[in-house]
T-cell receptor, first 113, second 110 residues
């Protein structure tokens, strides 16, 4: 596709449910990033992949958050036992290489009730 | 803690006016300073960016001014148009990691 694609666009979960958010980066982009954007705030870095290798997961807020990119293209962010404070927009970005421009997807808005 | 401080939180400008957004940082390891524009329901899109060895960069109606010694940078939107109504984020990069400001919502009144 032409840009970064994220699905679903909206997700409503009951507290305690597990969720999985998908990111399809721009074809050929080596670097992939996940960010969390709380309402009225700027995006906050969660994790970074170079191809299939997760090189930085320092921004993941707890061990309930897990991300993978097994074949170096599509990535999934999984949140286990969701809590209300997990409600946010989760943005995925990709870049051709580390240090290049990051292109963002439209995000997945997660609401935990 | 927020590594990039952005102000104002919101501003209203008349069509044709100038919008000015300011950002400040502390981390001297930052080596690239982009500005992103975000419309409701969309992801941030790169608008313009500057490196710290340059004091000003202009692209069309958008200008970044950069003051390395003060660790401050700003975005000027000249001749503001209703289509510029959006949220603007300054950011700073160290290695691969972007740190964003909290955002400024700009409303351009016709």
């Amino acid at each position: 596709g032409a840009g970064v694609s994220q699905s679903p666009r909206y997700k409503v979960a009951k507290r305690g449910q597990d969720v999985a958010l998908r990111c399809d980066p721009i074809s050929g982009h080596v670097s992939l990033f996940w960010y969390q954007q709380a309402l009225g705030q700027g995006p906050e870095f969660l994790t970074y992949f170079q191809n299939e290798a997760q090189l930085d997961k320092s921004g993941l807020p707890s061990d309930r958050f897990f991300a993978e990119r097994p074949e170096g293209s599509v990535s999934t962010l999984k949140i286990q036992r969701t809590q209300q404070e997990d409600s946010a927009v989760y943005l995925c970005a990709s870049s051709m290489a580390v240090g290049n421009i990051q292109y963002f997807g439209a995000g997945t808005r997660l609401s935990v009730l | 803690q927020q590594q990039v401080k952005q102000s104002p939180q919101s501003l209203i400008v008349q069509k044709g006016g100038i919008s000015i957004i300011n950002c400040a940082y502390e981390n001297t390891a930052f080596d690239y300073f982009p500005w992103y524009q975000q419309f409701p329901g969309k992801g941030p899109a790169l608008l313009i960016a500057i490196r710290p060895d340059v004091s000003e960069k202009k692209e069309g109606r958008f200008t970044i001014s950069f003051n390395k010694s003060a660790k401050q940078f700003s975005l000027h939107i000249m001749d503001s148009q209703p289509g510029d109504s959006a949220t603007y984020f300054c950011a700073a990069r160290s290695d691969y990691k972007l740190s964003f400001g909290a955002g400024t919502t700009v409303t351009v009144r016709a």
